[in-house]
């Protein structure tokens, strides 16, 4: 059977990636990670979506990170930066995030006899998140494949899609309200629109604001599936 895994986050783009996987594959579950950060409430987010989309779901526990290395996300003892920095990646970043959630995801994947893993990272929207780029995914990908001798293909439908264009696709998908109002994207762990003052709330924002526009006809009017 044609399967996949999503690694599931409750946020925009987990969140349009399952239901973009729902749509592409026969059979879906996801997986997500409790690795210490501070809006937990994302995993809450996430159970209740998968619920949502009928799809198979389990967290699991990976808290060694905090012990490894320091940033705003593990621990409250960092303030979130307002604005990305230019000269380093933001303070936001934990080092080795998706190589271990992905790496984790395909064991977990291959127990289960699936080949297929979907993942919501992009570089369109740059972040300064090095484990976010398409050479990185490209280079994981053939290693884990090369690691367990197995056939693993990491998918990742939002690799080129700036966020404008990611609320496009959860509208095309018909998830555009619960992405808008159920996701939790914000550091601050405030679901839906969150804070409006971290940096992922501001890209959200933007986003929406972008795609909200282009939506919007001469009369002012908004033609949308909200």
Known sequence: MNKALVVFSGGQDSTTCLFWAKKTFQEVCAISFDYGQRHRIELEAARQIADTAGVEFRIFKIDLLGQLTRNALIGEEMEVEAEKP???????????????????????????GIRNIVTGVGQADYSGYPDCR????QSLNQTLNLSMDYQFKIHTPLMWKDKSEIWQLSDELG?????????????????????????????RKRGLEKYLKLKTDDRGTVNSKQ
């Open 86 to 112: 230019e000269s380093r990646p933001p303070n936001t970043l934990v080092e080795g995030r998706n190589m271990l959630f992905l790496t984790y995801a395909a064991i977990f994947a291959k127990s289960k």
């Open 175 to 203: 998830i555009f309200d619960l992405v808008r109002n159920k996701t939790v994207t914000c550091y601050n762990g405030i679901q839906g629109d969150g804070c409006g003052h971290c940096p992922s709330c501001k890209l």
């Open 134 to 137: 398409n050479d990185f995914i």
